[in-house]
Nanobody, 119 residues
Framework: QVQLVESGGGLVQAGGSLRLSCAASGRTLSTYVMGWFRQAPGKEREFVARISSSGVMKYYTDSVKGRFTISRDNAKNTVYLQMNSLKPEDTAVYYC????????????WGQGTQVTVSS
């Protein structure tokens, strides 16, 4: 059974940084695309970033370009999202997901981690 567990969320002031982690079990992530999504209160879940299986290709939504960096450590079966210059509008529950293809069809999702950015 595949499980994705996010961690690293919390409360931070605007302009601060957080690093989210997503650790996988039950699947070797090295051949899968990994993605991060977020869902703010009252809004639909939206795409944030994705990274290819090798880590060479990365893709970001426009609102986080230059501030967020997705990376992965296949040896640790973990993907990361470094978030800098955080804004109140980044407040959301952040989810990681795994899948294949580019863009991928995601077949497993984590439970999410809360990120709250205060102004």
């Amino acid at each position: 059974q595949v499980q994705l567990v996010e961690s690293g969320g919390g409360l931070v002031q605007a302009g601060g940084s957080l690093r989210l982690s997503c650790a996988a079990s039950g699947r070797t992530l090295s051949t899968y695309v990994m993605g991060w999504f977020r869902q703010a209160p009252g809004k639909e879940r939206e795409f944030v970033a994705r990274i290819s299986s090798s880590g060479v290709m990365k893709y970001y939504t426009d609102s986080v370009k230059g501030r967020f960096t997705i990376s992965r450590d296949n040896a640790k079966n973990t993907v990361y999202l470094q978030m800098n210059s955080l804004k109140p509008e980044d407040t959301a529950v952040y989810y990681c997901a795994t899948g294949r293809g580019w863009p991928p069809a995601y077949d497993y999702w984590g439970q999410g981690t809360q990120v709250t950015v205060s102004s």
